[in-house]
Antibody, heavy 129, light 110 residues
Framework: QLHLQESGPGLVKPSETLSLACTVS??????????WAWIRQPPGKGLESIGS???????YYNPSLKSRVTISIDTSKNQFSLNLRSVTAADTAVYYC?????????????????????WGQGTLVTVSS | QSALTQPRSVSGSPGQSVTISCTGT?????????VSWYQQHPGKAPKFLIY???KRPSGVPDRFSGSKSGNTASLTISGLQAEDEADYYC??????????FGGGTKLTVL
């Protein structure tokens, strides 16, 4: 059973950088079938895409956050990370990491496309001085 | 990227059926048959219910069904149960490895 776990500071000061990691266990992050995504949810609000990374390190970002976001992957640690620069109170949210199906599975064939099948539990990050 | 449009809330009595709509554009829902639906209980991570518009993963009851017409996708929950009370989100592929979520719908079981 795949498990994703977010980790990082729960409090970040305005104008600083929010840094989170997502550790994947129970399966390899090094697969062409998936991308690894970051999604956030401000308190009481809906889900917002941040971006994703594939196992080669190719990244795709939400245009509204692209100028401040860097997502990276470390296959040796089975981990991927999020850096969000110059944060403000508007970046206060629960941050989720998730696995995104983006290709055929080498063994199972077509398993559907472009949906998030595994999610981390989420971590609340508050931006405040 | 604009969020997909969902009703803010819907409600139904146990045993009834409810339908949640998810309206996008010709750039996302209208073009791609890659709409997925997620259920989120308070304080929990979302759980996926439907993928590829209408397919259910194993373990999801057949009371949950999805469909699409034009730029609008729908999630129907039949035989409502108390545990179905949750927030529901749709998502659509939007091309070039990007995706968009709906604003979420709160389902109340009366």
């Amino acid at each position: 059973q795949l498990h994703l776990q977010e980790s990082g500071p729960g409090l970040v000061k305005p104008s600083e950088t929010l840094s989170l990691a997502c550790t994947v266990s129970g399966g390899s992050i090094r697969s062409s079938t998936y991308q690894w995504a970051w999604i956030r949810q401000p308190p009481g609000k809906g889900l917002e895409s941040i971006g994703s990374v594939d196992y080669t390190g190719t990244t795709y970002y939400n245009p509204s956050l692209k100028s401040r976001v860097t997502i990276s992957i470390d296959t040796s640690k089975n981990q991927f990370s999020l850096n969000l620069r110059s944060v403000t109170a508007a970046d206060t949210a629960v941050y989720y990491c998730a696995r995104w199906i983006t290709n055929y599975d080498t063994l199972a064939g077509y398993i559907g496309m472009y949906y998030f099948d595994y999610w981390g539990q989420g971590t609340l990050v508050t931006v405040s001085s | 990227q604009s969020a997909l449009t969902q009703p803010r809330s819907v409600s139904g009595s146990p045993g009834q059926s409810v339908t949640i709509s998810c309206t996008g554009t010709s750039s996302d829902v209208g073009t791609h048959n890659f709409v997925s639906w997620y259920q989120q209980h308070p304080g929990k991570a979302p759980k996926f219910l439907i993928y590829d518009v209408a397919k259910r993963p194993s373990g999801v009851p057949d009371r949950f069904s999805g469909s699409k017409s034009g730029n609008t996708a729908s999630l129907t929950i039949s035989g409502l149960q108390a545990e179905d009370e949750a927030d529901y989100y749709c998502s659509s592929y939007a091309g070039s490895y990007t995706w968009v979520f709906g604003g979420g719908t709160k389902l109340t079981v009366l």
